[in-house]
């Protein structure tokens, strides 16, 4: 086994100030650099004047390319995964031939930097404790919908990416899905000149975008704010909380029983309540 590395290395998303130094002295440093497309990242590359030999690995060619990669690693040769921006895999191609890489044996190393996920977070303004990617929402109205009725009880941050073609049209399905007060924020341009973070309940959101054409091109990070943890009536937070507990380790009925003697709630109550939420 060689000593060589598999580099997976985050590239900026907008602002070419946000390339890390270490990620320019592994891309400098490396045998080939693999590339979501070459002629995209060679403007990259260029601006760096980083000379390394590139090959394209993308959704089409990825299972092929894995021999590829595999043979110059054993080779001795280190390589780097990059995307178009941003870190890779992430709504990206690579995680076969990171998998594929891993299963050989051959040590994977990231190179932290830009993520717009992370990004449009840290300065949304929602609830970052407890969050959930969903990637790009399905292109089709129907299915659009469809995809949102799944979270429409999502108490957690729900982020997806959007398109410059659908924006509109996924602000309206939410309107459709989940009325028009759901607050929801946009973050659009992310690090670049026309860079946009702006929040609002979602139909006046829509208005905003639509009073605004410039508002309505780039790439969005659309965030959804989660809706309130609804604790049903008759039962504290605290006895909820002790049933969660007991349905993690035991049958539905034992998990009811003790919890009615812990709580001195009724035990039928608490069974039905057990029933519900396993």
Known sequence: MSDAVFYVVATPIGNLGDLTPRAVDVLQSVA???????????????????????????????????????????????????????TP??????????????????????????????????????????????????????????????????????????STHRILDSLQDMIDVFGPDRYVVLARELTKTFETIHGDHVQALLEWVKQDHNQQKGEFVVLIQGVEPVVMEGFSAETLKVLDIMLAELPVKQAAALTAKITGEKKNALYQEALARK
């Open 32 to 86: 080939l650099i693999a590339a979501e497309d070459t002629r995209h990242s060679g403007r990259l590359m260029g601006h760096f004047n980083i000379k390394t030999p590139m090959i394209s690995v993308h959704d089409h060619n990825e299972r092929q390319r894995l021999q590829t990669i595999l043979d110059k690693l054993a080779a001795g040769d280190s390589i780097a995964l990059i995307s178009d921006a941003g």
């Open 89 to 162: 895999l992430i709504s990206d191609p690579g995680f076969i031939v990171v998998r594929g890489v891993r299963e050989a044996g051959y040590k994977v190393v990231p190179i932290p930097g830009c993520c717009a996920v992370i990004t449009a977070m840290c300065a949304a303004g929602l609830p970052t404790d407890r969050f959930v990617f969903e990637g790009f929402l399905p292109a089709k109205r129907s299915g659009r919908q469809q995809k949102l009725s799944e979270i429409i009880g999502e108490t957690r941050t729900v982020i997806y990416y959007e």
